[in-house]
Structures are given as C-alpha cells and as structure tokens.
C-alpha cells in the first residue's frame, strides 16, 4: 500500500514537473519571438485540463495570438487570431484581477499593436471602398483602444476614447448601408458632446434615423444634444419631419392643440400643422366624416402662420387656396339645389282631383322649402369664404408679386392667386348685379385688373 502511495505521489509530481515544462517550453518561445512555433504549443497546453486552470496559459495565449494580428502567418487570419487572443485576454483577467503577469511582461503591448494594425487595415480598406470591412476593423480598433484606456495604459492620461477611429466606424458603416452599425458609433460621439463643424452630420444622421425609424425617445434625446452643441442652426427643420413623417393623423391632432395652446409654435411649425391636416385624407383608415373638421383646421392652422410671419406670401396663399376651395364646394351645392329647383317646377304635376292636389301641393311645397332654405343656409358660409380666400389671396399677391428672386413655387402661387381672385370678384360681381350698382361697377373693375394678369407669372 506504502509502495503504492509513492507510486502515486511520484506520478503526480511528475505531471507537474511536465506540465510546468511546457509552460516553460512556450514562455521561452515567445522570448526568443518564435511565434509560429509558440502557437504550435500553446495550442497543445490549452487543451489541458490542468492546464486551463493557470492564469499564465491564457497570458500565453493572448500574448501569441495577439502577436499574429501584427504578423500574420498565413494559417490564420487577422480576425481569427485577434478573436483568440482577446478570448484568452479575458479569461486571464478573470483569473488574475492585479495583472501581475501582464505588468510584469510588458502584456499591453499586444493590445497596442492589434489596435494599430486594425486601424491600418481599416483605412487600407476604406480607401479600396471596401466598407462593410474597413467599419469592421474600425469597430476592432475602437475595441482595443477602449481597453488601453480602461486599465489605463495610454501614457495621454485624459484620453477618453478614439474619435477618429469611432467617427470612421460609422462613415464606413453609413457608406456601407448598415444604419444600426453607423447609428451605434455616431451616438457614443454625440452623446459624449463632440462638436465643431466636421460633426454636425452626425447630429443630422441620428435625427434623420430616428424620424424614419418613428423613434420619439431616440429623436427627443438627440434634438437635445443637436441644439446644444449647435444652438445657431436651425433644428426647426428636423422637428418638423418628425412630426410629418412619425406621428399619426391623431397624434399631430392632439399635439396642434396642445402646442397652439402654449403660444409658442413659429409661423413655420403652423405650416406644418395647416399643411398635414390639409391632406388628412390621405392618411391610412381616415374617417370621411371628419374631412370638413380638418379642412377647418387646416384653414386655421395657415391663418396663425401667416399671422405670425405676415411676410409670407405662401402662408397667405394657403388660406387663400384652402378658403376658395371651400366656396366652391359650397357654390356647387347652391347649385345644385338651384338645378333641383328648377327640375321641381318644370316637373310638377298639377293635380285636378280635390282629394290628390293637396297632398300634392304639400309635398311640392315641402321639397320646394327645403331646397330653399338649403340655399338659405350656405349663404352665411358661402360669403365667409369668399371674403377669406379675397384678403388672404390678395395680401398673398402684395406680397409674392414684389419679391424679387421668386422660387418656382412662389411664381406658380402668383399666377393662380390672379385666377382665384378673377374668379372670386366674377361672383361678387354677379351677385351684386341688380342690386348695388356701385358695388357692382367696384368688383366688375377687380375682376378686369386681375384677369388681364393671366398667364404673366
């Protein structure tokens, strides 16, 4: 038993002895910068169980590894090794928290070298506009840099992180389509406040993501840090977007009375306002029966912009437009009534039988009544839209027709005011034939001024 014991013992020793051996054997390899034949080595150790308990193995495998990234040898590629070497890195701090081997060995130098050589291998990439592979060995870059600035290696003491590497991970990712990827390391620079004039797009980037992505948090926090570091630019613009493309019919509803309520809404922001309730009838599921309220709205919300900002001609226009749009709907029911009328009378059927003519009578006269009194009541209305759509089309006239330097969408609002306005002077022209004289002769000269405008803008 005694004997057997010794047996034991001796055998166990002799698997030390063996296993500090070929630590030695590797340790020694990797002084004498014999990597291919260290890897060959540690190859084999990591694969011992007893082995794989020893912070040094993996301090061994790291360093190899790390060293192949700099000096590829062919059988194995720089991402291959670097995701071993960084595999092996943390295993080793995770069994050595001091670092006493690293600190003693010189180890942060494989890490320098990886984050140099990716950065290297980005830019050549970058430069082929091989994009997909230089955001990744930027995003390796980034990586390493971060640990060098973690355990505090870099000899700058207030660097924080690498700008150029983080600001080029995200152009090569944008160049390559991958939004998250771009997203991602644009972000870490916005959110730590990098500024000055190279780094706007950035700010615009995210913005622009958040609005297609219809992400309110997202865009909230970065509108926050876009006026910020850029309060003289005009972020306006950005909000606005957000508002037109990421929020529902019912959404921009309830924000345009919460917003017009607290008085600070620019003459711009009504626009947008008058502008998406205008076409509130393209929207997914819109309920016809609320076409007449956004309508109002719309008519409203242009009102208020103009007001606002009295220079603009096209805020003017839009009231203009959107009120004689209105007055013709209403005309075309006055006459269309005038037509049901007129087919009543030309219809009516004169009853002999005593017994039938008043029965017959009644229901004339109750049609007869009701179309009249149909009439009657889009008289009121009628006349309101006429008389908005005559000051804001006119004020927009003023306006439009002095500006120098018009853009073609003003030009083409100046030539359609002119129509508008003939038209509209032709109806109160009409109506007042026979019954003012004075009025009539005064809108008879409005219609003939601006209908000799036609065609001249």
């Known amino acids: 038993m005694k004997k057997l014991l010794m047996l034991l013992a001796v055998s166990t020793a002799t698997a030390q002895m063996t296993n ?6 590797v340790n020694a390899l990797v002084i004498l910068g014999k990597m291919d034949d260290a890897k060959i080595e540690i190859d084999k150790v990591v694969k011992d169980p007893k082995l794989q308990t020893k912070a040094e193995t993996w301090f061994l495998q790291y360093k190899i590894y790390g060293s192949l990234v700099k000096t590829p040898n062919g059988k194995i590629d720089i991402a291959q090794a670097a995701g071993i070497s960084d595999a092996a890195f943390e295993k080793y701090i995770s069994m050595e928290k001091d670092m006493t081997l690293l600190k003693e060995n010189n180890g942060s130098t494989p890490i320098f070298e990886m984050y140099s050589t990716f950065n290297a291998t980005a830019v050549n990439a970058y430069n082929n506009k091989k994009y997909d592979s230089a955001g990744y060995y930027f995003s390796k870059a980034v990586d390493y840099i971060d640990k060098i600035v973690k355990y505090k290696w870099s000899s ?5 992180f690498d700008t150029i590497s983080i600001l080029y991970a995200g152009v090569a990712y944008e160049n390559a389509k991958k939004t998250n990827e771009a ?21 615009r980037y995210l913005l622009l993501n958040a609005v297609d992505n219809k992400n309110e948090a997202n865009f909230k926090k970065y509108l926050a840090f876009s006026k910020e570091m850029y309060p003289n630019e005009n972020w306006e613009v950005y909000e606005l977007e957000f508002f037109s493309k ?8 309830a924000k345009y009375e919460s917003d017009d309520a607290s008085g600070n809404l620019s003459s711009l922001q009504y626009a947008y306002y008058g502008e998406a309730f205008a076409n509130a009838s393209k929207e997914p599921n819109f309920d016809s029966t609320k076409l007449d309220f956004y309508k109002s709205k719309a008519i409203q919300a242009f009102k208020k912009a103009s007001d606002k900002k009295p220079e603009d001609g096209l805020a003017a226009y839009n009231v203009g437009v959107l009120s004689y749009n ?9 006459r269309e009534n005038t037509r049901k009328l007129q087919a009543l009378n030309a219809n009516r059927v004169v009853e002999k039988d005593p017994k ?10 109750t049609a007869n009544d009701e179309l009249k009194k149909s009439n009657a009541d889009l008289e009121a209305p009628t006349s309101e ?5 005559l000051t804001y089309l006119e004020n927009a006239f003023k306006i439009l027709k002095d500006k120098k330097d018009k853009s073609h969408q003003e030009k083409n609002c100046l030539g359609r005011s002119v129509d508008f306005l003939s038209n509209l002077y032709a109806y109160k022209r009409d109506k007042a034939r026979g019954k003012d004289p004075k009025a009539y002769d005064a809108f008879e000269a409005k219609y003939k001024f601006y209908d000799e405008l036609h065609g001249k803008f």
């Open 20 to 25: 500090a051996q070929s630590l030695k054997t």
């Open 356 to 365: 039938k003519k008043a029965a017959s009578d009644a229901a004339f006269k």
């Open 246 to 253: 990421a929020l529902s019919l019912q959404e921009k509803t």
């Open 156 to 160: 700058d003491t207030k660097l924080a």
């Open 183 to 203: 997203v991602k390391y644009y972000a870490r620079l916005v959110e730590a406040k990098v500024g000055g004039k190279d780094y706007i797009g950035l700010y």
């Open 385 to 389: 839209y006429v008389q908005v759509s």
């Open 326 to 334: 209105q007055f013709i709907e209403l005309d075309e029911k006055r």
